[in-house]
Nanobody, 119 residues
């Protein structure tokens, strides 16, 4: 099993910045894709950004140019740098990872961290 623990959520004013981090832990695993999803009240969970082990990135159009995703393969961490935050960015952000563990390819989720952007 792989455990994902997020940190960095909080309250920030519009236009401000916040950095989310996710640490993956476990035994004998490797995650080909790690990323972030978010879910705002009354909305479906949506993709924010992903990054592969080869550092190929993918962003939702709504965050492109404002958010940057990165990862440290050695440390098994993924980071989301969020700049120029808008009230519509308010949501619970979930770390996601697709990992090879125990001879199986599985998907894992963090518990979520709340990001609130005030206007």
């Amino acid at each position: 099993q792989v455990q994902l623990v997020e940190s960095g959520g909080g309250l920030v004013q519009a236009g401000g910045s916040l950095r989310l981090s996710c640490a993956a832990s476990g035994s004998r695993f490797g995650c080909g894709v790690m990323g972030w999803y978010r879910q705002a009240p009354g909305k479906q969970r949506e993709l924010v950004a992903t990054v592969t082990s080869g550092r190929s990135t993918n962003y939702a159009d709504s965050v492109k140019g404002r958010f940057t995703i990165s990862r440290d393969n050695a440390k098994n961490t993924v980071t989301l740098q969020m700049n120029s935050l808008k009230p519509e960015d308010t949501a619970v952000y979930y770390c996601n990872a697709r990992c090879e563990v125990a001879l199986s390819y599985r998907e894992f989720w963090g518990q979520g961290t709340l990001v609130t952007v005030s206007s």
